[in-house]
């Protein structure tokens, strides 16, 4: 998968860099409006996450020129800006989502594999993993051919983990992608302590002991 | 008390400005008499020298005696002492009952080898009178400058004052909220009023940048916050997954990333009150709040496993006018306050009618004056992982929109009241 990442903030592009060349993405970087444009222009990525203050212009005015260009490629908008305004401007320009900063990478690399598989629909929409099977049409999870009933939160939260699957994921980032992220609500640790309990459990009946790993207490991490 | 200007200058008048003329009048009164005694005495002297004069031309032809008029005596000699001063004596008039008062002085003359002492006399009545009348038409005079000085005084210090009871009127209304412009006349035609009008308007448009400079710093510092805070976020996603991890880098990590998520939520909720306060809302729609308590009561119910058993009568169908995001801002924060804060095995009762919204939730007391639950960065317990800043969105919002609110602790149950403002 090729992808592009358009941000100034030279440690942030590094970051992200980092966090989807570990998962196999090809990463291509622009930290200018210009640079931007000619990357965006030149060539065809699977991706492209879009900051919207950039050296140059608007990252929105970037987004606007490509999709009047006809270039289909998917944009997921990262901003500052949390407005509804900005929001709706971004999403009516022809950007596919739009994250607030800060966010959690892990958070930014979902939303990207979400774009890529609504993208590439006409491949199988079941996610596998060891012998966990989920699958994204009918919402329903298995493990060894086991049905397991979840709740909508545990499915959520499983669905999160396996996408970014042999990694960390803290309980923050965690409990923004369940609970929101407008909220203060960092009291909704306790209920993703929960969740995960709940799904460890559900997962332990089925035979997938280790499948779901605490991390030091930092975190939760889906691995064989 | 406090009393008008009008008023106040109105009492010292009354009460210095009699007593000015009181003693005006008494030194009036000193004075008159004192002429009046004067001329008396001088009357006195011309008519004993005309009558003497006119004695020794024809001594033969003069009447001794006029009564009321003079005497002239021949060898009869009145003590030394009296003689050449006036002096207050009475008479007896012929065709008057009553003794009446004169002044009278009588001299010592020497004429054709006899002594001679002539009295004459001058009538007290008539000064006594002249007195009187004079003193009574100054009194009178008096009582007419008393009453025309305070009517003058109030009616030209409310002609004087007006400039500066509108320039009252227009600062009363001012603002740096709600109405931050005041127009204050330049030219009043005063020039005190003039400069506390020009020193007025300075004031008010400093004290209008000091605002707005601080609700935009607000705003900016937020907002360049936000890619620091984006930074560590993402270093510490990254670094968790770091295989060299130990337990003792990992605890220290959780303490990081806890406090950058705490900031991150705080820089969040300010930046939110910063726009807010900068009216950055300003799309209203009519909003069903009937459907939009019934989702996010759902949504909390689906995302808590052990929600409060939860009570509710909400009338449906009920409008209010406001900006989409920042209504349901304010129930969900309400509801997830609610929820938050509650024991164990507690309950939620939400009631939404035609005019209001309340909520009420079991749990335990909190430690802050109810009143300054709503400031900014106050909890009302402090050990609760709150920003602190959830219940000021809702005041704001709840401002913005002239929205009643009220809270209320009792026995174990918050309560939290929400008026439309609807008449």
Same mark, same amino acid.
């Given at each position: 998968?090729?992808?592009?990442?358009?941000?100034?903030?030279?440690?942030?592009?590094?970051?992200?860099?980092?966090?989807?060349?570990?998962?196999?993405?090809?990463? $291509?970087?622009?930290?200018?409006?210009?640079?931007?444009?000619?990357?965006?222009?030149?060539?065809?990525?699977?991706?492209?996450?879009?900051? =919207?203050?950039?050296?140059?212009?608007?990252?929105?005015? /970037?987004? $606007?020129?490509?999709?009047?260009?006809?270039?289909?490629?998917?944009?997921?908008?990262?901003?500052?800006?949390?407005?509804?305004?900005?929001?709706?401007?971004?999403?009516?320009?022809?950007?596919?989502?739009?994250?607030?900063?800060?966010?959690?990478?892990?958070?930014?690399?979902?939303?990207?594999?979400?774009?890529?598989?609504?993208?590439?629909?006409?491949?199988?929409?079941?996610?596998?993993?060891?012998?966990?099977?989920?699958?994204?049409?009918?919402?329903?999870?298995?493990?060894?051919?086991?049905?397991?009933?979840?709740?909508?939160?545990?499915?959520? /939260?499983?669905?999160?983990?396996?996408?970014?699957?042999?990694?960390?994921?803290?309980?923050?980032?965690?409990?923004?992608?369940?609970?929101?992220?407008?909220?203060?609500?960092?009291?909704?640790?306790?209920?993703?302590?929960?969740?995960?309990?709940?799904?460890?459990?559900?997962?332990?009946?089925?035979?997938?002991?280790?499948?779901?790993?605490?991390?030091?207490?930092?975190?939760?991490?889906?691995?064989? | 008390?406090? &009393?008008?200007? !009008?008023?106040?200058?109105?009492?010292?008048?009354?009460?210095?400005?009699? =007593?000015?003329?009181?003693?005006?009048?008494?030194?009036?009164?000193?004075?008159?008499?004192?002429?009046?005694?004067?001329?008396?005495?001088?009357?006195?002297?011309?008519?004993?020298?005309?009558?003497?004069?006119?004695?020794?031309?024809?001594?033969?032809?003069?009447?001794?005696?006029?009564?009321?008029?003079?005497?002239?005596?021949?060898?009869?000699?009145?003590?030394?002492?009296?003689?050449?001063?006036?002096?207050?004596?009475?008479?007896?008039?012929?065709?008057?009952?009553?003794?009446?008062?004169?002044?009278? /002085?009588?001299?010592?003359?020497?004429?054709?080898?006899?002594?001679?002492?002539?009295?004459?006399?001058?009538?007290?009545?008539?000064?006594?009178?002249?007195?009187?009348?004079?003193?009574?038409?100054?009194?009178?005079?008096?009582?007419?400058?008393?009453?025309?000085?305070?009517?003058?005084?109030?009616?030209?210090?409310?002609?004087?004052?007006?400039?500066?009871?509108?320039?009252?009127? &227009?600062?009363?209304?001012?603002?740096?909220?709600?109405?931050?412009?005041?127009?204050?006349?330049?030219?009043?035609?005063?020039?005190?009023?003039?400069?506390?009008?020009? !020193?007025?308007?300075?004031?008010?448009? &400093?004290?209008?940048?000091?605002?707005?400079?601080?609700?935009?710093?607000?705003?900016?510092?937020?907002?360049?916050?936000?890619?620091?805070?984006?930074?560590?976020?993402?270093?510490?996603?990254?670094?968790?997954?770091?295989?060299?991890?130990? *337990?003792?880098?990992?605890? /220290?990590?959780?303490?990081?990333? !806890?406090?950058?998520?705490?900031?991150?939520?705080?820089?969040?909720?300010?930046?939110?009150?910063?726009?807010?306060?900068?009216?950055?809302?300003?799309?209203?729609?009519?909003?069903?709040?009937?459907?939009?308590?019934?989702?996010?009561?759902?949504?909390?119910?689906?995302?808590?496993?052990?929600?409060?058993?939860?009570?509710?009568?909400?009338?449906?169908?009920?409008?209010?006018?406001?900006?989409?995001?920042?209504? *349901?801002?304010?129930?969900?924060?309400?509801?997830?306050?609610?929820?938050?804060?509650? =024991?164990?095995?507690?309950?939620?009762? =939400?009631?939404?009618?035609?005019?209001?919204?309340?909520?009420?939730?079991?749990?335990?007391?909190?430690? !802050?004056?109810?009143?300054?639950?709503?400031?900014?960065?106050?909890?009302?317990?402090?050990?609760?992982?709150?920003?602190?800043?959830?219940?000021?969105?809702?005041?704001?919002?709840?401002?913005?929109?002239?929205?009643?609110?009220?809270?209320?602790?009792?026995?174990?149950?918050?309560?939290?009241?929400?008026?439309?403002?609807?008449?």
């Amino acid at each position: 998968m090729k992808l592009l990442i358009i941000e100034d903030e030279d440690s942030l592009l590094r970051s992200i860099t980092d966090y989807f060349t570990q998962e196999d993405f090809l990463c $291509e970087t622009a930290s200018t409006y210009k640079e931007g444009i000619q990357k965006a222009t030149d060539f065809q990525y699977d991706c492209i996450i879009l900051d =919207v203050n950039l050296p140059g212009g608007s990252g929105l005015a /970037l987004l $606007e020129y490509l999709r009047k260009h006809k270039k289909a490629d998917g944009v997921i908008i990262i901003s500052a800006r949390d407005s509804l305004g900005d929001k709706i401007a971004g999403l009516d320009l022809g950007a596919d989502d739009y994250l607030t900063k800060p966010f959690h990478l892990s958070e930014l690399y979902s939303r990207v594999k979400a774009l890529l598989r609504r993208k590439y629909a006409s491949s199988s929409s079941v996610i596998e993993f060891d012998k966990l099977k989920l699958d994204l049409l009918l919402k329903t999870v298995s493990y060894s051919g086991q049905p397991l009933l979840l709740t909508k939160n545990e499915y959520e /939260l499983l669905l999160f983990l396996l996408t970014n699957k042999n990694r960390v994921v803290s309980k923050q980032a965690i409990a923004e992608h369940i609970y929101g992220e407008q909220t203060d609500n960092l009291a909704s640790f306790d209920f993703v302590y929960s969740h995960i309990k709940n799904l460890k459990r559900k997962l332990k009946e089925k035979g997938g002991d280790d499948l779901l790993q605490t991390v030091y207490g930092l975190g939760y991490k889906l691995s064989v | 008390m406090n &009393k008008t200007l !009008e008023q106040k200058s109105t009492r010292y008048l009354m009460i210095w400005l009699p =007593v000015v003329l009181l003693l005006g009048s008494l030194l009036f009164f000193v004075m008159l008499n004192m002429h009046s005694h004067h001329t008396q005495e001088k009357q006195l002297a011309l008519k004993q020298q005309n009558v003497w004069n006119a004695f020794i031309a024809q001594p033969a032809a003069m009447t001794m005696q006029i009564q009321g008029e003079y005497v002239i005596q021949k060898n009869y000699l009145l003590p030394a002492q009296i003689l050449d001063e006036p002096r207050d004596t009475s008479l007896l008039i012929e065709g008057s009952s009553e003794k009446l008062n004169f002044k009278a /002085l009588t001299k010592a003359y020497h004429f054709n080898n006899e002594n001679y002492q002539l009295t004459t006399f001058v009538s007290s009545k008539e000064f006594f009178h002249l007195t009187i009348k004079v003193f009574a038409t100054e009194a009178f005079v008096f009582l007419l400058l008393l009453i025309s000085i305070v009517v003058i005084n109030r009616r030209s210090s409310r002609l004087l004052w007006r400039p500066f009871h509108r320039t009252l009127k &227009k600062t009363s209304g001012y603002d740096v909220v709600n109405n931050p412009v005041a127009q204050l006349e330049q030219q009043t035609g005063i020039a005190e009023f003039d400069q506390l009008n020009a !020193e007025l308007t300075s004031m008010i448009a &400093k004290v209008n940048t000091a605002y707005n400079n601080q609700k935009n710093f607000v705003e900016n510092a937020s907002h360049e916050m936000q890619t620091p805070l984006a930074i560590i976020r993402s270093k510490l996603d990254l670094l968790i997954n770091e295989p060299s991890l130990t *337990e003792k880098s990992a605890s /220290l990590l959780g303490d990081i990333t !806890e406090a950058n998520d705490r900031l991150s939520q705080m820089n969040k909720s300010l930046l939110l009150l910063a726009k807010i306060d900068n009216n950055q809302f300003p799309e209203q729609e009519k909003i069903n709040i009937s459907a939009l308590v019934e989702r996010i009561l759902t949504t909390y119910q689906e995302h808590y496993d052990d929600f409060p058993s939860l009570s509710k009568s909400i009338v449906s169908g009920i409008y209010i006018m406001a900006n989409p995001a920042l209504t *349901e801002i304010l129930f969900s924060n309400l509801i997830k306050n609610a929820v938050v804060h509650n =024991v164990s095995q507690g309950f939620i009762k =939400v009631c939404l009618s035609d005019s209001t919204f309340s909520i009420e939730n079991s749990g335990d007391a909190i430690t !802050e004056k109810p009143e300054m639950l709503f400031e900014r960065f106050r909890k009302g317990n402090k050990e609760s992982k709150t920003t602190g800043l959830g219940l000021s969105l809702v005041r704001q919002i709840a401002q913005l929109y002239k929205m009643g609110l009220q809270y209320n602790y009792k026995n174990g149950v918050h309560y939290v009241l929400i008026d439309f403002g609807r008449m």
